[in-house]
Structures are given as structure tokens and as C-alpha cells.
């Protein structure tokens, strides 16, 4: 019996280069080989098939010899088998009263390759060759395809130019496997550094650049990262050795001790557990040669510097030269002949300037002083005359050139106040900061937020007004949910955790609205909720009108108002996740323990358990079994127990709300705007497609300023939004407006955005000024390049598929646009839904006319 490798037609040779090893994974790969060579089942081969050659740890310790043929697979005509029936095979166990299995140990090299196919299962090993590398290095460009294969004298030149370099001076010592290995690591905020060394010579370098993720890191994790980075390089020096690591980040001394890690740092624990290391603590000021590998050097061309010395030099002198067209590029501010002659004018024509020059060298002058070329000057500060137009001209040059960039008021003074002075410099400076539309418009606020905290009533009676909100982005579950639905009591804080799915319509969540809640509790008189799209709809907001029930929905982009649900939110994810990870189980399995536990959990604000809040009673668990019975209250004493309790209920939730009121306000300020003022709006931007990052990072914090129509109670107002923001609540928290600092001077341009339901935008592009095809894996893929910005020209290569989904008017000779108001029923005329409550149904009908009507009857 031979076995076969049959190939797919046009299939030809693989070869792919061995794995580096440590030392010792050699010596058992060396010695594994030898053994298969002794019993004559391998063979040298001069095949030009190649796979490559792992070994992969037993459970007794030793390594076993694996081949990694998955190349040679994907060549392969496979063999379709059919599997059989399970209950067939049970069928055929009938009668048998002994079953048992078999394994055979270490039962390899059974069956023969057949001769021909004997090359095809060739694999290649590492044989060490001195100076390899040397040798090979210069040829291999030699060794692509797209190059020909032609020695020329430049490549001679360069292969003795190279090995007489290597030769002569040996910067790099070769390892020796019988003595240790000292690593050196490093990490800043630019890279990882880490050196390879032995008796204090230098074996290997590595370094990298931190990735986008990696400049998230804390110190702490960043230092580690450079550990775990030299190990990962340096793994076939290092595994199965005794070595010690060097780093100048003494926490890490201490790592193997800490008992608290996060995911990331157990990640690594479990990877630098395979090594046997000593980690070490190294001073920074003696860690040179890691630190230097792991900092990102700076150029600056020696002209630069020679020219910033003459500049300092001419300062020194009272020297005032016009610096080249190049130089003003960076920001800095030209003090030029001209410039001075009109400071000199304007001084004479100052009356508090001309009073200065007359009173110089008295004790009414003291600092000021008249230099040589005659103009006024305070602590040797230029004295800028009473004059809007020079004055602008210094406060735009010093704020809006490249190199300031808009700073802020503080940094702004000190900077100009080392070269000029005037009346009341300082307050105008913060005037003119205060004022600067981009500046209001990007910069973010350094300050206590936007008003104070405002207390909800106090609910009368139980579930009398509840709150409710939605948990996503959960694993789906075996009954094909993948979000909670999260209902809360005001009062009693008792709470119901639904599951659902968040593709379930209206009139799901609706049915099962009623049987979990209404059924239970009753109609609520009042719902606090986000403006999530369902909470929003017409269905639920009609549905809700005719049970009586107010809908109080949250302010645009405030979740706040809604703390409870928020609240309980975090509470319930912290039970599920410490259920799931004790019972190993889905989360819906142990969502109505989650529930049991969060009922009868000692809450604050009212001082007892949400259970005993509902019923007046303690629930009975297996930590209580000793309690018998309970005490019996009929008639008038129990009602007189009940309103007692709910009244003491609502005291401690009044002494709640003043405290958490006290603790709010003290790190918040208060806001007011008038009727008429205009605001900036804050928004969350987000970006088109391939675009995210940097339009996140870069997109104003605030888009154009909006009028107030009228205040809506203490901390919300209403916004007269234009067309392209109707589909948008017009009324915001006043956390998420900035007052507008009006100058004749602004021009404001509407900007061109598209508004989504979660209070987000992206920037519409312009055009498509440049198609081509991108090959991937194998594929074709058509790439557009999109205009963002007529006027400056930013442009980025797009999917074109995705592009002519959401914008399909940059293909099209005219934009046909849809009604954006368009009703969200789409085609649907009719739509029913039935309530059977105890003693009431409600039918609603929706008509064509998107008017809703209701007939409601009693059922005896």
C-alpha cells in the first residue's frame, strides 16, 4: 500500500524558507534528524519542494517534529467522503455490550509515499554557514523577479565596498551560545529601542516606530511593550536560555509581584512566561544606547540654526533687519525700518505718548526711555501708540500666522509683551483671542462644564414614572437576542432587564411592553427616555397619547437627563460580566438571576432593597431560610404601613438628590443666554468613507453660530436651525452650546454638512477628478479620487463602490435628491396593532394621510 499526492493541473513546485530557531530548538531538531536519517524513513533530497519544519512542545515536555505542508494542501485534488448517518451508526450498535476506542503512540511513517511523489514531501532545515550573510546580502536584488540577472562593475564595487566594511570594522560581535545575553530596553513616545548584548558588546540593534494604537499607552505599558518587542525579535537567541533584561522603568522590577493587570498586560505575562529571565532595573542617564534607539531625532539643516543666531544677535544690537519672504512662513513677527518709522509717527500723534516723552526722567516716566532712533520705548519694549490699525496688525501677525497658530490669551500676552507695550494690553488681547472665529470654533474649553444640576420630580407612587433604555452590541444569544431593554421604577428603583433584538419592530417591543410591565404595574402616568428612533416615532408617541402616558425624552446629545437608566446601565453590565465569566454561560441564561440580584441589592438613594421598596417586605433568599414567617397587616394598618413607607422613600430620595446636587454643582458653572443671542453648537463629527481618523481628530468642535428662539426651563434652549438641520431636535443642553463672541470683521459661511439621527455630520464631497484599479489578494478593485475641498484641494482615493451608495450624485449628470422629511412608514398604508388588556383594547389605524386614529372599547 503507497500513498499518493495527486496535483491540480498546472500546479508547480513550493518553496518557502525555514523558520528560525533558538539554540536549543537546533539541537533537538538536530538530533530528531538524525534519528529519522539512522532508521532510513527521511533522505537528503535536492527537491525543489520545500516546506518548512516546527516543533511543537508534548504534554510530557519533549517536542515533536511537525511539517508544515498547508502550501502543499492548497495544491492538492481533495477527496469528497459523505458522512454517515449518526443514527445509523447507532442502529449498529445494537447487541454490543462492550464499547471502547484505540490510539496509537508516537504511530507515525506507517504507510509509503509513492517514488514519484516522494520529492513533493521535501523539507528544508537550516544548516549554519560562517558569514553567510556576508556573502549573500549584495545579491540578493539579484534574486526578484522583476530584476535582471546581470553582474555589472557596480555591483562588484558595492560587494567589496560592503565586505571590506565588514571585515575591518566589526561593529556587531557574534553570539556566543555558552555564555548569557544582557537585554537593554527602552521606550518614549516616538518608538521602542531595545539592544542585544554580551559582556558588554553589542550582538543586535532593533528598534520601531510606535503604531497609531501604541501612543494610547500609559508609560508603564509602553516600557513593557519594548520588553515584550525585543523578545518577540530575538526569540531564537533567547528561548531556552538564562538571560537578564535591563530596563529604566522601575515599576516593571516589580511586575511578576502586581496582582492587578489589565487584558493587555496579562497578554503579555502569558508570552514572557515561556522565557527564563531575570528583569533588572537600569537608570535612564546609563540606558544610552536603547534610549537613543527609541527617540525620534530631529533635523534642522545648519542654515536654519546659523540664521536663528544672527536674528538673536541682531535683537541683542537693536538691530531691526527685514527677514527674507521664507522666514515669515514660520511665524515670526518682521520688525522692519518701515514698520518703525510708522510706530515713530503714530507715537507724535499719541496724546498719552507725547505726555510720556515730556515727562521723561522724572518719577512719573519711571521705565520708559527714548531710543536712538527715536522711538519710545517701556523696559525696552516698542510703546505701540493708541492706533487700531497697527495694533491689529500685531495681534493677527502673533495670533493667525503658522507658527502661533491661534494661541490662547495667556500664552498670547507673554509673547507679545516681551516686544511691545500699551494701555491696556492685556485686556485687549484677551478681547481680540475671545473674538477670533476659528480660534471660538476649534478650541476646546479648559473650564468647569455648562450648567447646573436640575432635579427631576419626585414620583407620588410606584411605578407611577418609570425610565427605560436599550444595551446593544451584545453577543448574539441561542434565542437570537443581542440587546437588553431596560425599564426602571423612579421610585422604588425596582428595574426589569428585557431581552430583545434590535431588529424587532415597534409592535414586538410593544406587545412585549405590555406583558412585562402594564400587566404587572400598571399604565405609567410618565416615560423618561433618550430620543433613541423607536422613543421618537409617531407609533410609540400616539400609542403612549392614548394610554395617558406623558413621553419625556431627553435634550439633543444629553444622556444625562436619563441618569437612572445610565446608572443602572453600568450596574447590570458589571453583574453580567462577573456572572458570565463565573458560570461560563450566555448572557441571557443568567439574565433573570442578574435581575433577582439587582432587586434585592441595597440601594442608597432610598435606603433599602428596590424589592422591599415594591412590596414592603424583605424577599426571601437562602440567606434569610431562619426568617418563618411574616407578620400579618390587614385592612387600614396596611395602607397606613404603605403610604408611611413610600413617604419615607421619597424624604431619603429628596435627601439624595440635594446631596448629589451639592456634589454636581461645585465642579460645574453657571450658564444663561438671552433670547436672540447667537451660540456655537457642539457636535460629535464623523467622517466619510476611509476618512475617520483624521476627520475626528480634525473636524471643529463647534459649527456655525445659531439664534436663540426662546429659553426651554433653567439649562435648555431652543436653536433656529436652518433647512439642512431640520430633521434635527432643536432644543440643546446648554453643556452643548458655546456663546458666539461677535466681530464685524467674521464672515460666516454655512457649513456644508450632512446631520445623522445621532447628532453626528459629515462633510459632502465636491467631485471625481481621477479614477484607477488597485489589485488586492487577487482582486480588482476601483478606487475613486474624491474632492473634498474646492478651495484647498483636499482630495482622498475612495472604494468607488461605496462612494456610488453614498453619494450617488457625484455619477449621475443631475442629483436626483428624495424628500428627507419623507414620512418613516415608507409604503405603508395600514398598520394595526392590538392591545388586549385586562378590561381595555386599543386598536390604532394608521391612514394614508399619516393621521392617526384610535377606538377604544371596553371588554366586560
Known amino acids: ?439 471660538q470654533k476649534a478650541k476646546v474649553e479648559h473650564q468647569k462644564p455648562s450648567g447646573l444640576m436640575q432635579q427631576m ?53 410593544t406587545q412585549l411592553y405590555v406583558r412585562e410591565i402594564i400587566r404587572l404595574h400598571g399604565v405609567p402616568s410618565s416615560i423618561i427616555s433618550d430620543r433613541d428612533p423607536r422613543f421618537t416615532s409617531r407609533f410609540w408617541q400616539s400609542l403612549h397619547q392614548a394610554l395617558g402616558t406623558k413621553l419625556k425624552l431627553s435634550f439633543a446629545y444629553h444622556p444625562q437627563m436619563d441618569g437612572q437608566s445610565e446608572r443602572t446601565i453600568q450596574s447590570l453590565e458589571d453583574l453580567l460580566r462577573a456572572c458570565v465569566l463565573d458560570h461560563l454561560g450566555s448572557w441571557e441564561e443568567v439574565l433573570s438571576l442578574v435581575e433577582f440580584t439587582y432587586n434585592n441589592s441595597f440601594h442608597a438613594s432610598i435606603g433599602m432593597a428596590p424589592f422591599e421598596a415594591l412590596y414592603g417586605r424583605r424577599c426571601r433568599t437562602p440567606l434569610c431560610w431562619y426568617q418563618d414567617g411574616e407578620s400579618v397587616v390587614v385592612g387600614p394598618e396596611l395602607i397606613l404601613q404603605t403610604t408611611k413607607k413610600v413617604k419615607m422613600i421619597q424624604e431619603r430620595m429628596k435627601t439624595a438628590q440635594s446631596r448629589q446636587k451639592s456634589y454636581a454643582d461645585k465642579r460645574r458653572k453657571p450658564l444663561e443666554f438671552a433670547e436672540g443671542e447667537h451660540v456655537f453648537l457642539n457636535v460629535t463629527p464623523t467622517s466619510s468613507v476611509g476618512r475617520a481618523l483624521r476627520a475626528r481628530k480634525l473636524t471643529p468642535r463647534f459649527v456655525v453660530p445659531y439664534q436663540i428662539i426662546q429659553p426651554v426651563g433653567p439649562v435648555a434652549y431652543r436653536l433656529a436651525l436652518p433647512l439642512s438641520l431640520s430633521n434635527l431636535h432643536d432644543v440643546f443642553h446648554v453643556s452643548q452650546l458655546r456663546k458666539y463672541v461677535h466681530d464685524p470683521g467674521h464672515v460666516v459661511e454655512l457649513d456644508d454638512v450632512r446631520v445623522k439621527e445621532n447628532l453626528t455630520f459629515e462633510k459632502l464631497p465636491v467631485d471625481v477628478v481621477d479614477h484607477k484599479l488597485k489589485e488586492l489578494r487577487g482582486k480588482s478593485i476601483a478606487l475613486v479620487k474624491v474632492l473634498w475641498d474646492a478651495t484647498t484641494g483636499e482630495a482622498t482615493w475612495e472604494v468607488e463602490q461605496q462612494c456610488r451608495e453614498r453619494y450617488p450624485f457625484l455619477f449621475q449628470s443631475k442629483s436626483v435628491f428624495g424628500d428627507e422629511n419623507s414620512c418613516c412608514w415608507g409604503g405603508c398604508e395600514t398598520l394595526s396593532l392590538s392591545l388586549f388588556l385586562p378590561s381595555l383594547a386599543l386598536t390604532l389605524f394608521h391612514s394614508q394621510k399619516s393621521h392617526f386614529s384610535f377606538s377604544l372599547f371596553y371588554v366586560w
Open 457 to 509: 420630580e419626585i414620583p407620588e407612587w410606584k411605578w407611577d414614572s418609570i425610565t427605560m433604555d436599550f444595551i446593544v452590541g451584545l453577543p448574539r444569544s441561542a434565542r437570537n437576542s443581542d440587546a437588553i431593554w431596560v425599564i426602571v421604577d423612579r421610585l422604588t428603583k425596582c428595574a426589569h432587564f428585557l431581552p430583545v433584538n434590535i431588529k424587532w419592530s415597534l409592535e414586538k417591543l
Open 1 to 439: 500500500m503507497e500513498f499518493s499526492i495527486d496535483l491540480v493541473p498546472g500546479a508547480g513546485p513550493v518553496s518557502v524558507s525555514p523558520y528560525r530557531m533558538a539554540p536549543a530548538e537546533l539541537v533537538e531538531l538536530k538530533g530528531q534528524l538524525e534519528d529519522l536519517l539512522e532508521k532510513q524513513l527521511v533522505r537528503p533530497s535536492v527537491s525543489p519542494w520545500g516546506a518548512l519544519v516546527l516543533l511543537v512542545k508534548k504534554k510530557d515536555g519533549g517536542s515533536r517534529l511537525c511539517v508544515d505542508y498547508r502550501q502543499l494542501n492548497k495544491l492538492t485534488i481533495k477527496n469528497k467522503y459523505s458522512f454517515p448517518q449518526i443514527d445509523d451508526l447507532m442502529d449498529q450498535l445494537r447487541g454490543a455490550s462492550v464499547f471502547s476506542k484505540i490510539d496509537l503512540r508516537s504511530s507515525y511513517h506507517q504507510i509509503r509515499v509513492k517514488e514519484g511523489d516522494i520529492p513533493k514531501t521535501a523539507f528544508r532545515t537550516r544548516r549554519f554557514i560562517e558569514g553567510f550573510s556576508t556573502k549573500g546580502a549584495p545579491l540578493t536584488p539579484l534574486t526578484r523577479e522583476e530584476q535582471s540577472f546581470i553582474w555589472t562593475d557596480a555591483y562588484e564595487r558595492s560587494f567589496d565596498e560592503l565586505k571590506k566594511r565588514l571585515t575591518t570594522s566589526p561593529v556587531l560581535v557574534l553570539p556566543n551560545f555558552g555564555e548569557p545575553f544582557d537585554v537593554c530596553c527602552d521606550a518614549s513616545h516616538q518608538g521602542l529601542g531595545c539592544v542585544l548584548m554580551q559582556n558588554r558588546k553589542v550582538v543586535a540593534y532593533a528598534s520601531r516606530q510606535l503604531k497609531n494604537h501604541d501612543r494610547n499607552y500609559l508609560t508603564h505599558d509602553l516600557e513593557l511593550a519594548a520588553i515584550v518587542f525585543a523578545l518577540k525579535i530575538w526569540r531564537h537567541y533567547l528561548y531556552g536560555a538564562r538571560f537578564s533584561v535591563f530596563s529604566d522603568h522601575k515599576c516593571l522590577k516589580y511586575l511578576f509581584g502586581q496582582k492587578e493587570l489589565n487584558m493587555r498586560q496579562r497578554r503579555w505575562m502569558e508570552f514572557l512566561k515561556d522565557y527564563d529571565f531575570q528583569l533588572m532595573y537600569h537608570p535612564g542617564n546609563a540606558n544610552v544606547v536603547a534610549d537613543a534607539l527609541s527617540r525620534k531625532s530631529i533635523h534642522m539643516s545648519s542654515m536654519m540654526v546659523k540664521e536663528l543666531e544672527l536674528v538673536e544677535k541682531f535683537r541683542d544690537l537693536n538691530l531691526y533687519e527685514e527677514l527674507a519672504q521664507d522666514h515669515i512662513s514660520y511665524g515670526m513677527i518682521t520688525i522692519t525700518s518701515e514698520f518703525l518709522r510708522q510706530v515713530g509717527l503714530k507715537q507724535l500723534q499719541d496724546v498719552e505718548l507725547v505726555k510720556l516723552l515730556g515727562l521723561l526722567g522724572t518719577e512719573k516716566a519711571v521705565g520708559f526711555e527714548l531710543g536712538e532712533d527715536g522711538i519710545l520705548r517701556f523696559k525696552g519694549r516698542i510703546c505701540l501708540p493708541q492706533d487700531a490699525e497697527l495694533k491689529r496688525a500685531v495681534l493677527e501677525e502673533r495670533h493667525k500666522s503658522r507658527l502661533s497658530i491661534h494661541p490662547g490669551m495667556t500664552t498670547m500676552y507673554q509673547d507679545l509683551k516681551k516686544n511691545f507695550w500699551w494701555s491696556g494690553m492685556k485686556r485687549e488681547i484677551a478681547e481680540y483671542v475671545a473674538a477670533c472665529l476659528t480660534y
